[in-house]
């Protein structure tokens, strides 16, 4: 069964320092995909990065960057030089290839505060 | 686009009331899906559709039933509403090719919260 654990609940930082939010999976299958979300105060989900389990490239999105390693099964993210608008809570998500409709399995979330 | 848009954004239900809660895309998007998100929580799946007429449960379907009948709208009906009902209802889409070992990214609509009392 696929999983997804964000141990951070909640993250405070002051503006423009550097923020890592943690994500470890665990699954079974060989092809998977892992996800972030954005979701900021206003409660919408924001797509912020897809990732397939055949690429381990870090990948870097103006302030936001993202290491893949999966000899440890995790996909962190970090912000880098925070802000306040980077204020929101933060899901994790994986995705099986032989998970019968796309299910996406989400972490707990990680809540970061900006404060400026 | 508008992409996903869901009504109504918030609702208030007695217990045992019934309810739909809507949602349509306009991406053309083959897969559709419906979320529950209960406070400080992450999403839990409770139904989705591969296409118009096909639909299967998710992890918490118990209480709730959808249709299909179109390729835009993905309805999700709460029968006998129960406090534990109460909750952010998120739809999404995705386009989902042949290939089924590729998983597509999900859009999401802004949500409906639902107070069940």
């Known amino acids: 069964a696929q999983k997804v654990t964000q141990a951070q609940t909640e993250i405070s930082v002051v503006e423009k320092e550097d923020v890592t939010l943690d994500c470890v999976y665990e699954?079974?299958?060989?092809?998977?995909?892992l996800f972030w979300y954005k979701q900021p105060p206003s409660g919408e989900l924001v797509f912020l990065i897809r990732?397939?389990?055949?690429?381990?490239q870090n990948e870097i999105s103006g302030r936001y960057s993202w290491n893949f390693q999966k000899s440890t099964s995790s996909f962190n993210f970090t912000i880098t030089a925070s802000q306040v608008v980077d204020s929101a809570v933060y899901f994790c998500?994986?995705?099986?290839?032989?998970?019968?409709?796309?299910?996406?399995?989400f972490g707990g979330g990680t809540r970061v505060l900006v404060k400026p | 686009n508008a992409g996903v848009t869901q009504t109504p954004k918030f609702r208030i239900l007695k217990i045992g009331q019934s309810m739909t809660l809507q949602c349509t895309q306009d991406?053309?998007?083959?897969?559709m899906y419906w979320y529950r998100q209960d406070p400080g929580m992450g999403l839990k799946l409770i139904y989705y559709?591969?296409?118009?007429?096909?639909?299967d449960k998710g992890e918490v379907p118990n209480g709730y039933n959808v249709s299909r009948s179109t390729t835009e709208d993905f309805p999700l009906r709460l029968e006998l509403a129960a406090p534990s009902q109460t909750s952010v209802y998120f739809c999404a889409s995705s386009y989902s090719k042949q290939d089924r070992a590729i998983r597509e990214t999900q859009y999401f609509g802004p949500g409906t919260r639902l107070l069940v009392l």
């Open positions: 990732r397939n389990s055949f690429d381990e």
């Open positions: 699954t079974r299958d060989t092809t998977y995909y």
């Open positions: 991406m053309n998007h083959n897969y």
């Open positions: 998500a994986l995705s099986e290839a032989r998970a019968a409709g796309n299910k996406l399995t």
């Open positions: 559709s591969v296409g118009a007429g096909i639909t």
